[in-house]
């Protein structure tokens, strides 16, 4: 008898044209799983897909805003019908609308929550189904060490802060079905957000990167590739017994 070799897992990562989730999307697929790339814009994330493709790794580029229900459910079907059935999650899809309080408008708020809580939501309730009927699921959330507070991010510290809760309620209810949970909360990563706000603030980006690194014990910020590893081995089958964490990857303590 041949012995045969099984379907790739299938993992779909939001945000994943660029920064933390295209660096997660090359991670997962050179650990051999096929690979969803959502983005808002389907052609955003063509560059992900070919580094993927260019290294032998199979991946889909996928247009879709998280925040919306039907642009979700569609997004998941096709990536059904087109990689196989999803297993694997991380939801890393984000935004800034950075504010102090008495100047940030409710559009800061809502928009803030619709695509990081929100988008969390519907796209784990549209994709569970498949972990449940596989047996085997693994969610990793994208939370923040701003989830402890960040002065001019009171909607992005809430929604980091709740999406810490949403993932333990999610282990707690999943678990059964062999799906775990887990958050991974970056400090400071250099990616286009992290450069958004050293604009905001009036700070070149290198000098922003060096003052940031003065604070963190290791002595330098973290790169997209910091967090990728961590979702990597959340997302292992080894992990199984992982789930519930909230996993501070900022190149120091934090809890
Ligand atoms: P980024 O470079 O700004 O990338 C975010 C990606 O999400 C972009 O490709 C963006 O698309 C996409 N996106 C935004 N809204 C979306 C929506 N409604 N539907 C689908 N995709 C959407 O951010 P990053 O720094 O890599 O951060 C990734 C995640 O890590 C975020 O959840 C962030 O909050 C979290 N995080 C980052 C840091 C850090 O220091 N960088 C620290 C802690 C946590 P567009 O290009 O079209 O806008």
Same mark, same amino acid.
């Given at each position: ?60 580029a996928v247009g879709a805003d998280v925040s919306d229900a039907e642009q979700v459910q569609a997004a998941v079907d096709r990536v059904a019908a087109e990689l196989g059935a999803p ?11 950075? !504010? ?54 009171? !909607? ?100």
């Amino acid at each position: 008898m041949t012995e045969q070799t099984p379907a790739p897992r299938v993992a779909i990562v939001t945000g994943a044209a660029r920064g933390i989730g295209a660096a997660t999307a090359v991670r997962l697929a050179a650990d051999g799983l096929a690979v969803a790339v959502v983005d808002l814009d389907e052609s955003a994330g063509k560059d992900t897909v070919e580094r993927i493709t260019a290294a032998g790794g199979r991946a889909l580029a996928v247009g879709a805003d998280v925040s919306d229900a039907e642009q979700v459910q569609a997004a998941v079907d096709r990536v059904a019908a087109e990689l196989g059935a999803p297993t694997v999650l991380v939801n890393n899809a984000g935004v800034l609308r950075d !504010n102090l309080l008495f100047k940030m408008s409710e559009s800061d708020w809502d928009t803030v929550m619709s695509v990081h809580l929100k988008g969390a939501f519907l796209m784990t309730r549209a994709v569970q189904k498949h972990m449940v009927d596989a047996g085997f699921g693994r969610v990793v959330n994208l939370s923040s060490s701003s989830a402890q507070g960040n002065r001019g991010q009171a !909607n992005y510290s809430a929604a980091k802060a709740g999406l810490q809760g949403f993932t333990k309620t999610l282990a707690i209810e999943l678990g059964k079905f062999g799906v775990t949970a887990n958050a991974v909360a970056p400090g400071f990563i250099a990616t286009d957000m992290t450069a958004a706000t050293a604009a905001r603030v009036g700070m070149d980006f290198e000098e922003f990167k060096k003052a940031a690194a003065t604070q963190i014990p290791v002595a330098r910020v973290g790169v997209p590739e910091d967090i990728a590893h961590t979702i990597s081995f959340l997302v292992s089958e080894g992990a199984g017994f992982v789930s519930g964490q909230v996993v501070y990857v900022a190149g120091g303590p934090l809890d």
